[in-house]
């Protein structure tokens, strides 16, 4: 089939039993790759002659040797309320592979039917959600920030019911990890100290090598602070492209601090501090502007978990660290995006009056940013044309310019860094939806297209130029279903 040059091992099969099911795919029909990430398969070590040799595998009609597909048991906070009926109910985990770089990647096969923890679902994921899926891991990835990748999509003519009837897909997806907070609330709820200290040593062992030889109670602390600065990190990088998850569930958290599970997510347009982009999400829970503090609350319910075997004092520590890591990479992101690399003591005033005034005169948040990236090279005319009130703009642009005046580099030195930290493209819903009615009459071509363009979000992609515009009125805030 293909030439591979991956080591095959399924290092979850260590943990106790309890963490999983053996489950066999239940087949699709009539299945065919319609979009396959060649450039991800490189890198885990293998190259594909013909896409379609791996239809079988995305349908579940057909296994590699060593593939021993599993759910996962995990629980996890919904919503805030404690789920213990959670694990994989619709993705089975392969099997994972070390790439020849010594890169773990888990296999993970998402809509292949369904599971001890099915529960009332199907098991299936649909043709939208499942691009949506491909796209937004791509998109993130191409803006350097720590995610899920897509390998390929499979598409079948099998009706799956949702609010209308849909068709199936499905989703090989692959990352370092596909552990969640959520399996430690398991094994800490329901399967005791013993294996709780299992999983956690199995993360380490694989996720946090550099951890492994200190003793065991630095190495617990340790690792917490690790996972807690990097979900602090992720989500101030969320902010810094105005990036919505929607379900912020602690079952949706990586463990590695990866951008896990996408579903009604959304890029913000206009700048709305409370943007909801979850229609089930009535309170705004899940909103924009709470994403840093929904963070911190996952991480305390991860927290909780360890008490059985952490000391709380230590905890509590680790915990600590959230907030500063978060400030701090935030502040980093921040300056970045507007160009500052002396530091002011103005420079957070400037950053939160920045977003005051985005919010209240509702500006696109990717233009603004952009547009200031090439104030020197364009003019202000793009940045003031943001604006129904021009002398808001040209407020905000004096002040700045004031600023600029306190740094060192020369303009275009700085704007070309500014523009490595303010994207031209982003994955704006409508673009999504664009896609996805193409491919719903058998036309993949925009989505791949899509994917070329947000793989280099940075670049200024002059051919590409339409992908970079405000959203037409139909675009703005669509309602995106929560159901996948
Ligand atoms: P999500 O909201 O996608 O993070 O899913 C939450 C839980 O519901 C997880 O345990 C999923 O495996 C499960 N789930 C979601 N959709 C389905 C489905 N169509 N069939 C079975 N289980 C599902
Ligand atoms: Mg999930």
């Known amino acids: 089939m293909s030439n591979n040059a991956f080591q095959v091992e399924h290092r979850y099969l260590d943990l106790p039993d309890n963490f999983y099911s053996r489950v066999q795919p239940t087949p699709l029909t009539e299945p065919r790759v319609v979009c396959f990430n060649h450039k991800l398969a490189t890198r885990l070590g293998f190259h594909v002659r013909n896409e379609q040799d791996w239809a079988g595998i995305g349908a579940g009609t057909e296994l590699l040797e060593g593939m021993d597909p599993i759910a996962m048991k995990y629980t996890g906070h919904q919503f805030g309320v404690y789920n213990p009926e959670l694990g994989d109910g619709r993705g089975l985990l392969l099997w994972e592979t070390v790439a020849p770089d010594g890169t773990r990647w888990d296999w993970h096969l998402k809509g292949a039917g369904s599971t001890p923890y099915s529960r009332f679902g199907d098991g299936r994921a649909v043709l939208r959600s499942t691009i949506r899926e491909y796209l937004c891991s791509e998109a993130m990835y191409g803006l350097g920030i720590p995610t899920t990748r897509a390998l390929f999509m499979v598409s079948s003519k099998d009706p799956v019911r949702r609010e209308s009837i849909e068709s199936a897909a499905t989703l090989m997806r692959v990352a370092k990890s596909h552990i969640r907070f959520g399996h430690f609330e398991f094994a800490a709820h329901h399967e005791g100290p013993e294996a709780l200290k299992t999983l956690l ?18 190495r617990h602390a340790r690792w917490l602070e690790d996972v807690v600065e990097r979900t602090a990190r992720l989500i101030a990088d969320w902010q810094a492209v105005g990036f919505c998850h929607g379900v912020m569930n602690s079952d949706n958290m990586s463990i590695i601090g990866d951008t896990f599970d996408y579903g009604p997510y959304a890029f913000l347009d206009d700048f709305d501090a409370g943007y909801i982009c979850n229609h089930t999400d009535q309170s705004g829970r899940y909103a924009y502007n709470r994403q840093p503090q929904m963070g911190f609350t996952n991480c305390q319910y991860l927290a909780s978990a360890l008490l059985p075997i952490m000391e709380e004092d230590s905890i509590r520590q680790c915990l600590g660290r959230y907030e500063s890591a978060y400030n701090e990479r935030f502040r980093h992101n921040m300056c970045a995006k507007l160009g500052l690399e002396e530091n002011d003591e103005g420079d957070l005033s400037l950053i939160m009056d920045t977003f005051s005034m985005l919010h209240e005169h509702k500006v696109d948040y990717t233009h603004f940013f952009r547009g200031i990236s090439n104030l020197h090279k364009h003019g202000n005319t793009p940045v003031r044309d943001l604006f129904a009130d021009r002398s808001v703009a040209d407020e905000w642009l004096e002040r700045y310019e004031a600023r600029l005046q306190k740094e060192t580099r020369a303009h275009d030195e700085r704007e070309y860094a500014m523009r490595k930290a303010n994207p031209k493209y982003i994955l704006r819903n409508y ?8 491919a719903q009459n058998g036309n993949y071509d925009p989505m791949k297209e899509l994917l070329n363009v947000l793989a280099n979000p940075f670049d200024e992609q002059p051919d590409y130029q339409h992908y970079a515009a405000l959203p037409p009125d139909w675009g703005k805030h669509l309602n995106i279903s929560c159901s996948s």
């Open 201 to 218: 040593e199995h993360v380490i062992s694989l996720h946090f090598p550099h951890l492994i030889n200190l003793p065991e109670t630095q």
């Open 431 to 438: 673009l999504a939806q664009q896609v996805i009615v193409e």
